[in-house]
């Protein structure tokens, strides 16, 4: 017998001077830890300095999961619709006073542990229902772990994606959800074809070079994903560049560090677009060699991108925000189009690539997939693999 669940309490004035704070966050592109603390909080028991508020705002969003993620196993008893309801509900924009676990590295290290741990017992938990449902055949074979890991990012970086694209006429909350559940349960791809490698690892690897040795790039950009775009000081950036501190303030000096490392990004993501589409190649396994590449240069501590979805702390119109959402669209639209026209790519909400794309960027350098840094090739193998075949177990014949 199914249960009925009971509707939800009303929300505390503590619950909603926090779901504000999270909303707040996720506007920033989830970089800048002090928009916790943008709006006075009147008498609420919430008063303090921004890490506390991060702290608060990011336990709260786990706690939530945790429960979105009961209720959705107790609804119903298929794996994949579990994963895919417990998704499409949390990813609601309607619902985006769940804050993306972005800036955790700002946070003391005892609370970032706190909430590092409890989102790895979140995603044990949602592992545990995936592979459940492998071994039951309602979901294909994969790593559940990883599978578990990006169905929670996009869950909660999709809702940031969705605030920054255009048009937004197109991108109604409704069909966000359906297009996240859809991409989950038959990806890209679906029957067209597999998931194949990028250019072998080592060509990959020696292609990018150039921007791997762009040492001062390279770790603003890892500090803005991880720490937020306060945490980059001349302290930090010394310690992490083994130069004096009087140095790295002359390095920083004048330079605009989301700017320059969109730059860097662009350049970056361009190559990787090259390799995965070269010319006359066939269109269909350049989408999973895209993604696949993405995963990785977003994976690795020696080449990692700055977030799409960084934005400058007030940003006004036609800063590059703008450009770069041109730009990722740009890069998908007409394979986009060309793959559905030759039969090689689901017509179905192709047109939300850019927007699960740039979630799944996100939450891959946010600093939560520790985990993944001992086998990049392996978890960015898996994550194009999702992307391009859904869980869905493949028809029998």
């Known amino acids: 017998m199914t249960r009925t669940l009971a509707s939800p309490p009303l929300p505390s004035q503590d619950d909603q001077v926090l779901g504000q704070a999270a909303t707040r966050f996720n506007a920033t592109g989830a970089i800048w830890p002090s928009a916790v603390l943008a709006v006075r909080s009147g008498n609420s028991s919430l008063e303090g300095d921004p890490s506390d508020r991060l702290f608060q705002v990011h336990e709260r969003s786990c706690r939530a999961l945790a429960s979105y993620l009961s209720s959705a196993t107790r609804r119903h008893s298929n794996p994949l619709k579990v994963v895919t309801s417990f998704a ?220 799409p979805l960084a934005l400058p702390r007030s940003p006004a119109p036609g800063e590059p925000v703008q450009m770069r959402w041109r730009m990722m669209w740009e890069l998908l639209r007409k394979r986009q189009v060309d793959g559905v026209a030759k039969d090689e790519l689901r017509e179905r909400f192709y047109d939300l690539s850019p927007v699960f794309v740039a979630a799944i960027c996100a939450s891959l350098c946010s600093g939560v997939w520790a985990r993944a840094a001992h086998d990049v090739g392996h978890t960015a193998q898996e994550i194009a693999a999702l992307v391009w075949r859904g869980l869905a177990p493949p028809p029998r014949l």
């Open 88 to 307: 499409g509900a949390v990813c609601h924009p309607r619902r985006g006073d769940f804050a993306a676990l972005g800036a955790i590295w700002s946070l003391p290290a005892g609370r970032r542990r706190d909430v590092l741990a409890a989102f790895e017992d979140l995603a044990s938990r949602l592992a545990s229902v995936l592979e459940a449902g492998r071994l039951s055949g309602a979901i294909r074979d994969c790593d559940c772990r990883i599978a578990a890991q990006l169905v929670l990012g996009l869950a909660l970086w999709t809702p940031v994606a969705v605030s920054q694209a255009q048009p937004r006429k197109l991108l109604n909350g409704r069909r966000i959800a359906e297009g996240l559940q859809d991409l989950l349960t038959y990806g890209r791809g679906g029957g067209f074809g597999d998931a194949k490698p990028l250019i072998a690892s080592r060509n990959h690897s020696n292609s990018m070079g150039m921007y791997q040795d762009d040492r001062l790039r390279l770790v603003v950009s890892r500090t803005i994903n991880r720490a937020g775009a306060e945490a980059v000081t001349a302290a930090r950036i010394a310690a992490e560049l083994d130069c004096t501190e009087g140095q790295a303030a002359d390095a920083l000096r004048g330079l605009d560090a989301i700017l320059a490392c969109q730059q860097r990004t662009i350049g970056l993501v361009l190559q990787i677009r090259d390799q995965a589409f070269p010319q006359g190649s066939e269109l269909g396994p350049g989408f999973p060699a895209f993604m696949r590449g993405l995963a990785e240069a977003y994976l690795r501590e020696d080449l990692q991108p700055l977030s």
